[in-house]
């Protein structure tokens, strides 16, 4: 497998554990030292901490769908761009959340994720959390 098919098969991988509930297979494409920073609030996390707030999402919003995925690699990483749908628990209302995430990846594993997401759509997706 080339580079670029690796890299884009990760990218896949990783989402689709997001859209499938499988947080546990979302952390095994994190390395252990791993940092996952937000451009909302500004703050690093590690891949256990991560794991916490996206266990949470994960039982909030159902029928998660990363729609419209772009996805560059170049020789380091990648960035997806898409737009994460799906419906809150709370009160059955449909929301979005377009973002750009852009990755490091050495060794087959995301060594730092940065996320920036439509500030709106967070707010959006934390409703009721």
């Known amino acids: 497998m080339s580079d670029d098919a690796a890299m884009r098969a990760?990218?896949?991988?990783?989402?689709?554990?997001?859209?499938?509930?499988?947080?546990?297979?979302?952390?095994?494409c994190y390395a252990p030292d791993?940092?996952?920073?937000?451009?909302t609030d500004r703050q690093e996390q590690a891949p256990?901490?991560?794991?916490?707030?996206?266990?949470?999402?994960?039982?909030?919003?159902?029928d998660r769908v990363y729609g419209d995925r772009r996805v560059e690699v170049f020789p380091t990483g990648f960035v997806q761009q898409h737009v994460l749908s799906g419906v809150r628990?709370?009160?059955g209302v449909r929301v979005e959340l377009p973002a750009c995430i852009v990755c490091a990846v050495k060794d087959g594993k995301i060594t730092r994720l940065?996320?920036?997401?439509d500030s709106a759509g967070v707010a959006e997706f934390r409703k009721y959390a």
């Open 10 to 28: 990760l990218a896949k991988r990783f989402f689709d554990c997001v859209e499938a509930g499988d947080v546990d297979g979302l952390v095994a």
């Open 34 to 39: 791993a940092r996952i920073w937000h451009n």
């Open 48 to 62: 256990a901490d991560n794991a916490k707030t996206l266990k949470g999402m994960v039982t909030r919003i159902l």
């Open 89 to 91: 628990k709370h009160d």
């Open 114 to 117: 940065d996320e920036y997401f």
